[in-house]
């Protein structure tokens, strides 16, 4: 079962910043927070990572809780281009790895 | 561009009739993934490759099965679909395990 619970769906205006939350209540120590988005009829797409510092690169932000049983995604200027299924996963690294994919979040990003 | 390809993008085959996927990447990654996802569903994986070494999911039908060759290539066969079996197939690949995974665009499988 996923060990994530997030809204079903959010909407966003355009050129505004679309923030996702997550509740990971049961992460373990060595599990990192995940972020994966699916346009319609594409494969997943990798978003961002982290363990328990804040993170950013060249498409969001994540921003995990001191406990760690939370998450935000940051989509800092949302595009209709945005408009997916975000999905946030935990997941331990190393052999025993792999992704759980859980209902997500349907973002919409409207003019 | 480095990529994951997956041929073809749409398959149809008919009740009973085995059929295979492929999957290619140029990526050289050591791990391989193969993830059914179904209408309105999040992916779900089926197993997975590190080199040679296969993992199935505990939950996977015996009915699917998958190959890999070499470093390049993998396989998704599918001994006799049922109609449930209709879904998009996703291969991944990861440098490692745990790592960021890349998708590739996907096979939609129709079972007539």
């Known amino acids: 079962d996923a060990k994530t619970t997030q809204p079903t769906s959010m909407d966003c205006a355009e050129g505004r910043a679309a923030n996702l939350p997550c509740n990971h209540s049961t992460i373990s120590g060595n599990e990192y927070v995940y972020w994966y988005r699916q346009i319609h009829s594409q494969g997943p797409q990798y978003i961002i990572h982290g363990l328990k510092n804040n993170e950013t690169n060249e498409m969001a932000s994540l921003i995990i809780t001191e406990d760690r049983k939370s998450s935000t995604l940051i989509l800092p200027h949302a595009t209709l281009r945005d408009t997916a299924v975000y999905y946030c996963i935990v997941q331990v690294t190393g052999t025993a790895s792999k992704l759980t994919f859980g209902t997500g979040t349907r973002l919409q990003v409207t003019l | 561009d480095a990529m994951v390809i997956q041929n073809p993008r749409y398959q149809v085959t008919q009740f009973g009739k085995p059929v295979t996927l492929s999957c290619s990447q140029t990526l050289n990654h050591n791990v391989m993934y193969w993830y059914q996802q179904k209408s309105s569903q999040a992916p779900k994986l089926l197993f997975h490759y590190y080199d040679k070494d296969f993992n199935n999911e505990a939950d996977t039908p015996d009915n699917f099965q998958s190959r890999r060759p070499n470093t390049s290539f993998c396989f998704l066969d599918i001994r006799s679909p049922g109609l449930g079996d209709a879904a998009m197939y996703l291969c991944?690949?990861?440098?490692?395990?745990?790592?960021?995974?890349?998708f590739g665009p996907g096979t939609r499988l129709t079972v007539l």
């Open positions: 991944a690949t990861s440098r490692d395990p745990g790592g960021e995974q890349f």
